[in-house]
Nanobody
């Protein structure tokens, strides 16, 4: 069973930065797409950033210019660099990977932006 594990969440003050990482294991196959989602309390899960196998990157409007996604499809690792964090970025962040047509999710990592 493919497993995705996120790391790097935590508590940060407004204006600060965090780096989230995610790695897939238990599969010899490369990823064909990677993305990060987030879910704030009492809100639906939303797409934050995505990267295709052609390295096309897309970002949700609220994070454009502040977040950067990058990764290695063969190594099945993806990173989300988050800068100029705001209280409204507080959420559980999940990574997702497309591997051989199947979508796999991590368990999530908490990001809290607060004074």
């Amino acid at each position: 069973q493919v497993q995705l594990e996120e790391s790097g969440g935590g508590l940060v003050q407004p204006g600060g930065s965090l780096r989230l990482s995610c790695k897939a294991s238990r599969t010899p196959f490369s990823a064909a797409g990677m993305s990060w989602y987030r879910q704030a309390p009492e809100k639906e899960r939303e797409l934050v950033a995505s990267m295709t196998i052609e390295r096309t990157r897309n970002y949700a409007d609220p994070v454009k210019g502040r977040f950067t996604i990058y990764g290695d499809m063969a190594k099945k690792t993806v990173t989300l660099e988050m800068n100029s964090l705001k209280p409204e970025d507080t959420a559980i962040y999940y990574c997702k990977m497309n591997i051989r047509g199947e979508h796999y999710w991590g368990r999530g990592t908490q990001v809290t932006v607060s004074t």
